[in-house]
Structure formats: structure tokens, C-alpha cells
């Protein structure tokens, strides 16, 4: 099992559209999930991370975790094409704080 | 300059040279990785080093050997390496499991290389 899954996409949704993007993890022992933003030739940059279970809003997007699912997603609200990027879900290891997984990324294209 | 800057950009070898890549962080950051990137593959960790000490190695052939001189700068060593390490390599720092502040990574914009 890989450590860290998401959907590869690409996810296309319409502007104005809700998008969801899912992610699931291995370690049961992981607390600290991530979600960053990769436009196409530039680095990854981090735009939400939730410790607890449950929902954390800020601004457009809303990232939600459930621990015993082992699943975390990312709600962005009234998508606009300026997302249309790759996002990377990143858990740390829950016995090595400085390992950084990340999952393969979901490919979301916002269509005008 | 500030962020976390990756030189050189491009590079171009061939499987008998030995080049390194450079990263420098501006940020008083404590950790500093190593990741690679490929085409249609999740970003893949390679090293971490935390306050100098190295304190994850994701079994990485010992064709790539990395070095950290003081928490602001990190090393890539490069030698005999093959067609199939060509890649995007991002380096990336952050405040480190020591302090307990969020584990949010700064990357920098990647250096991409080329093994002929």
C-alpha cells in the first residue's frame, strides 16, 4: 500500500463550482496533514494544513480530516481558473516528524 | 535574498561527470530536505537534516551524497549518475521537529537535471 493516495485526474469542474479533492494515508500514527498547490512549472506552496479532526475553513477552501478514516480532503469553494493547478496532499510521519510524504497530486483544471 | 534559492537551475551531464547542487535558505529555518521530482511520480524524499545532522536518508543510492554544512545551506553531490536520475530536484526547509511550529516546507524553484 502506498503511503500517501490520491485521485491522479485530471478533475475538471466549472468556474463558480465546488471542487473535492480526496486523499488517504497509511500511517495511523500521522497528526500533521497538508495540502499545497503546484502550478505547472513551480514549486509546491502550501495553502491549508489541519491537525484535528474535522473541518478548518479559510477563505475559499476548506480542508477536512477524519483519523480513523484515514482520509483528509480539500474543498475549494467557487473555483476559479486561476486554481487550475496540481494539488499535493503531504502527511508527516507519525514516527518520524521529518518525514514529509507526499501523495502523487490531483490535477484540477477550472473551465471557464 | 529571501526564500530558499536552488542553483544551478538547468544542468546537463553526462554519467561520468560529478556536479553538486547548491541550496540556501534565508529564512532561520532549522530543517532543509532534498526531494526529487519525475515526471508522473509523486514528489519522492530523499534526505533531511535537521539542525546539520542528517536525520532521514529514504534509501537513496549512494550516487547522490548530500552534505550540510550549517542549517542555511544544503548540498547536492552528484557522481556516475544515470539517465534515469534525470529529474527536477527541490530542495526545502522549514522550522524542524524541534520547535513544534508547523512543518509548513518553503521550496525553492527546483533544479532541473538532465543525465545524458
Known amino acids: 500500500q502506498k503511503e500517501v493516495e490520491q485521485n491522479s485526474g485530471p478533475l475538471s469542474v466549472p468556474e463558480g463550482a465546488i471542487a473535492s479533492l480526496n486523499c488517504t494515508y497509511s500511517?495511523?500514527?500521522?497528526?500533521?496533514f497538508f495540502w499545497y498547490r503546484q502550478y505547472s512549472g513551480k514549486s509546491p506552496e502550501l495553502i491549508m494544513f489541519?491537525?484535528?479532526?474535522g473541518d478548518k475553513e479559510d477563505g475559499r477552501f476548506t480542508a477536512q480530516l477524519n483519523k480513523a478514516s484515514q482520509y483528509v480532503s480539500l474543498l475549494i469553494r467557487d473555483s476559479q481558473p486561476s486554481d487550475s493547478a496540481t494539488y499535493l496532499c503531504?502527511?508527516?510521519?507519525?514516527?518520524?516528524?521529518?518525514?514529509?510524504?507526499f501523495g502523487p497530486g490531483t490535477s484540477l483544471s477550472v473551465i471557464p | 535574498e529571501t526564500g530558499v534559492t536552488q542553483t544551478p537551475r538547468h544542468l546537463v551531464m553526462g554519467m561520468t561527470n560529478k556536479k553538486s547542487l547548491k541550496c540556501e535558505q534565508h529564512?532561520?529555518?532549522?530543517?532543509m530536505y532534498w526531494y526529487k521530482q519525475s515526471a508522473k511520480k509523486p514528489l519522492e524524499l530523499m534526505f533531511v537534516?535537521?539542525?546539520?545532522?542528517?536525520?532521514e536518508n529514504n534509501s537513496v543510492p549512494s550516487r547522490f551524497s548530500p552534505e550540510c554544512p550549517n542549517s542555511s545551506h544544503l548540498f547536492l553531490h552528484l557522481h556516475t549518475l544515470q539517465p534515469e536520475d534525470s529529474a527536477l530536484y527541490l530542495c526545502?526547509?522549514?522550522?524542524?521537529?524541534?520547535?513544534?511550529?508547523?512543518?509548513?516546507?518553503?521550496f525553492g524553484e527546483g533544479s532541473r537535471l538532465t543525465v545524458l
Open positions: 526545502a526547509s522549514s522550522h524542524g521537529a524541534s520547535t513544534g511550529v508547523s512543518w509548513e516546507l518553503f
Open positions: 500511517d495511523r500514527g500521522s497528526q500533521s
Open positions: 489541519i491537525y484535528s479532526n
Open positions: 503531504a502527511v508527516i510521519s507519525g514516527t518520524s516528524y521529518d518525514k514529509v510524504i
Open positions: 529564512l532561520g529555518h532549522n530543517a
Open positions: 537534516y535537521n539542525f546539520k545532522e542528517q536525520t
